[in-house]
């Protein structure tokens, strides 16, 4: 059985159309077991939502990961209505990824000032797999690993063998490299650097793209691996080492948990996802053991497939509050939305907010919404709660209590889309099926022109002689 590993574009390109979603602050608990700590909302939370201000200014007409961007803040003002003095912990959950050039976070300021919190990462989630329109969020936090995670399929303390495979072109043309090894019983390996790998039974191999020098690391959880490498042209000819290329192995003995913080830094596919602090560490361990919980050879494209899937990530942070006290809370960052260009000439960019989370807390008052326009997409098309449209430009929606629907808006160019938008966005899509179309048409027509010369030719012979 043959695959190829072309996952990282197939990933890009699934998630373009993916939304990225953020959702309203709620109280919750800390519920501790022996095997961990587990994030529990609180039914009878003493803190009221007095007043939201949220808004989502796109005035600075940002563009990044094929969505424009949004700036938005969600603040709060909140107060302690019990007489006792408090700390209430609080999560700010929201669906999203690791593909774009956004890290995952934002900033939260308590009175104006700056406050630490801390990210947590759910299972993969795909928002149409809801069974309801709002979040589940009780069922989403008991996904959410707040202890040291502990890997069933491998162990960190467990020694391995780190292979490099060099290999060096002595000729002009490119070649695929490429190295065969058994793996009995149990055995695993992960491999990295690499552009094609198959197996057949077990029997594993996997390869690499030369035009000069290229080189694969393969890590062994045991203690030797028999590796047998080869090489051969884009056309399937073998190749003769020491004539048409070399190959050196390099091996090097050390703990498999070394190995992967080595990895994780050096790696070009992970891209910004470093392993700063035990829930990254979490959220990497337990990727990394699903994968090798299906497959005894894993790559790196597998463990990025992970930072391309839409998951639950939860905001944690703590505000300290006095008997009676009341605070301004302050959430902000920056969000994309979905890029569609199925019905239009232009994308729309559609942005959804997780309101039902604040209903956790005692009370919800006076919701005022913004969103402000940029120039280049100065409409609200659609909207799943009404938004006047002011005179500056910008839409308002004011709500006395916490709103039954989530929100969700869609961004344009114009004010809404015509058939003409949607006549010339079928052609725009659809042009290089009417070029070809086109040409095979020309090409019949001029066949069948040649094909009746012809004919009248012969038949004009025959009349002639």
Do not use: C
Request: no cysteine; glycine share 6%; net charge negative.
């Amino acid at each position: 059985m043959r695959k190829r590993t072309f996952m990282i574009v197939l990933i890009l390109f699934f998630f373009l159309s993916s939304i990225p979603v953020w959702a309203n602050s709620a109280p919750v608990y800390w519920e501790a077991s022996p095997s961990s700590n587990v994030m529990i909302v609180e039914d009878n939370s003493p803190i009221t939502v007095l007043k939201e201000n949220l808004t989502f200014d796109f005035s600075e007409n940002l563009l990044e990961d094929y969505s424009i961007v949004a700036k938005v803040t969600a603040e709060y003002t909140m107060k302690n209505t019990s007489e006792n003095e408090i700390t209430s912990s609080m999560v700010f959950p929201y669906f999203g990824n690791f593909s774009g050039s956004r890290k995952p976070g934002g900033q939260v300021l308590i009175d104006g000032s700056p406050v630490p919190y801390t990210l947590y990462y759910g299972d993969s989630y795909r928002k149409e797999d809801q069974e309801e329109d709002k979040l589940d969020l009780k069922a989403a936090l008991e996904e959410v690993e707040t202890g040291s995670y502990e890997p069933k399929n491998f162990s960190l303390d467990e020694p391995g063998v780190l292979y490099q495979v060099t290999f060096k072109n002595l000729k002009k043309d490119h070649f695929t490299g490429k190295v065969s090894f058994p793996l009995e019983g149990a055995e695993k390996v992960f491999a990295k650097n690499l552009n094609s790998y198959g197996y057949s039974g077990d029997s594993y191999d996997i390869g690499t793209s030369v035009r000069y020098q290229d080189t694969m690391e393969i890590f062994f959880l045991g203690e030797a691996l028999d590796l047998m490498p080869e090489a051969h042209t884009f056309e399937g000819k073998e190749l003769t080492e020491n004539e048409d290329y070399t190959v050196e192995i390099t091996k090097k003995s050390m703990l498999f948990q070394d190995y992967y913080e080595e990895m994780v830094a050096d790696s070009e596919y992970l891209g910004y996802f470093v392993i700063n602090n035990q829930t990254e560490r979490n959220f990497f361990l337990k990727n990394l053991d699903d994968a090798f919980g299906a497959a005894r050879l894993v790559t790196e494209d597998d463990l990025a497939q992970f930072l391309y899937e839409e998951r639950l990530i939860f905001l944690y942070y703590e505000t300290p509050f006095q008997a009676g006290e009341e605070k301004t809370i302050s959430i902000s960052y920056e969000a994309g939305g979905a890029m569609d260009r199925r019905s239009s000439k232009d994308p729309t960019y559609t942005f959804e907010y997780l309101l039902s989370p604040a209903g956790y807390f005692k009370d919800f008052k006076n919701l005022i919404l913004r969103v402000l326009p940029s120039e280049g997409y100065p409409f609200v098309i659609s909207s799943s709660l009404p938004l006047d449209k002011k005179e500056s430009g910008e839409y308002v929606g004011v709500f006395d209590t916490l709103p039954e629907k989530e929100l969700t808006f869609t961004m344009y160019r114009e004010e809404k889309i015509t058939l003409v938008d949607r006549t010339e966005g079928f052609l725009s899509r659809n042009l290089y099926a009417f070029l070809f179309s086109g040409a095979v048409f020309l090409v019949f027509l001029a066949a069948l022109v040649v094909g009746l010369g012809i004919r009248g030719l012969i038949r004009f012979k025959r009349h002639n002689r």
